[in-house]
């Protein structure tokens, strides 16, 4: 069995805790919030944390657990969808007894004593699915299928990127048989409120671009505007994707840090690598979608002059 040594752990430990990366996104949460209920299900007498200080919006995700040190130091930890020790949200996670590490992005900085990395997936919930489908004889749940489902529609663009592949078709097939409300989660992730849509106006009227690469900027201000907070603001990241001369687009948000103001952005392209300068800038993720976070003025223009020389 593929998963062998991931469902050994699982069943042989009586505290879990389950963690994910900071400024968490459908897949992050999805697969997060699947595997906790699942196991739960599964192993009802097992005490199972759902770990983080953020969380994401989008979705109707499970509300976040709060645990003592004390606690945490018996858990085993599993780690969801996040390249490196640097990203996990909540720095806790260093208390767990040891570390499992599934994710999908590339391995840049291998941890755990038991490590899932496939770089080949279109996101981690696409890896979860293949885990509970190899587990034939346990239950998923509707709700735990409809994280799942959310995280797969979200990280591969309703099945739009290039690493969408027939394995993770199948995989959204396999959790659509457990009842999925697939035009109901579509609805859910990517209708938008008229103060959202005119948002999105705003966002098309501000970009700046050289024709290939695009970006736009929203300070705290803009933000105070128009009542949204960073990161459901970064998800418009795709408003600026159909464009077909734009080769790589970015959108960057102001955040208050240590008295000083810092951005952080996502940032897309079509076919360039852009994951490795990503890296330089306390970021990384994909090959073609990633994010950088706490960026000054200054580093956040020399970001943007080496995106355009990478593109160019």
Known sequence: ?????????????????????????????????????????????????????????????????????????????IILDTANTDRIDDQRYQKCRYLI???????????????????????????????????????????????????????????????TTAHTLAMASYLAVFGVDIPGTNRRLFDQTMQEYRFANELRSRIITDSKVAYAIFELSDLKKWNITASRARNFIDEMGHVKEFQAWALFTARICDNH????????????????????????????????????????NKFIYELKNLIH
Not at 47 to 62: A, H, K, P, S, W
Not at 278 to 284: D, F, H, K, L, S
Request: proline fraction near 3%.
């Open 101 to 163: 590490k599934i994710d999908h992005h590339p391995d840049t900085e291998p941890f755990g004593r038991i490590s899932y990395v496939q770089t080949s997936a279109a996101a981690t919930c696409e890896i979860i699915s293949e885990f509970f489908m190899e587990q034939e004889h346990r239950k998923v749940s509707l709700q735990t299928a409809s994280f799942l489902y959310a995280g797969l529609l979200t990280d591969t663009l309703c099945f739009r990127t290039s690493n």
């Open 1 to 77: 069995m593929k998963y062998s040594e991931l469902i050994k752990a699982i069943e042989q430990e009586d505290d879990i805790a389950v963690f994910r990366h900071q400024h968490p996104d459908c897949d992050a949460m999805g697969s997060q919030c699947a595997l906790t209920t699942w196991i739960r299900d599964s192993f009802p007498n097992k005490n199972v944390y759902l770990m983080g200080t953020e969380t994401c919006d989008q979705f109707d995700f499970l509300p976040i657990d709060t645990i003592s040190d004390s606690r945490l130091s018996r858990c085993m930890g």
């Open 261 to 300: 103001i810092v951005y952080d952005g996502s940032i897309r392209s079509k076919k360039v690598p852009i994951n490795s300068l990503a890296a330089r800038y306390n970021g990384g993720g994909h090959v073609n979608a990633v994010g950088v976070k706490g960026l000054t003025i200054d580093s956040l």
